[in-house]
């Protein structure tokens, strides 16, 4: 018994790989296309990820503009540190 299910587990893992990659046996056959449910299961997926890569997109774009934003702040407060040692060590001499 317990070889049969260790079996059965392989195959239910082959199977749900097999749909994984899109080769299960009712799609494998020639000339056989999808369902009208199928194709508008699929256009509502890509549909939704679409959208979400559009969000995403634009969350990505506005970090972007903070980070570089405080890159240009980190560089101005560096650089006006030097000047401000340099300046003040002319000064002391």
């Known amino acids: 018994m317990g070889e049969s299910s260790n079996r059965s ?9 097999d749909l ?3 080769n299960s ?6 000339g056989q296309s999808l369902t009208e449910d199928e194709i508008a299961r699929l ?11 559009i969000v995403l997109g634009i969350i990505l774009m506005i970090s ?9 702040e980190m560089r101005s ?5 030097i000047v401000q040692s340099i300046s003040s060590s002319e000064c002391d001499a």
Request: charged share 30%.
């Open 25 to 30: 046996e009712v799609n494998a056959g020639v």
């Open 20 to 22: 994984a990659l899109g």
């Open 64 to 72: 972007g503009y903070f980070a570089g934003q405080h890159v240009r």
């Open 43 to 53: 256009k509502r997926v890509q549909k939704r990820n679409f959208i979400v890569a």
């Open 77 to 81: 407060d560096t650089s006006r540190g």
């Open 9 to 17: 587990e392989r195959n239910m893992l082959t199977e749900d790989q």
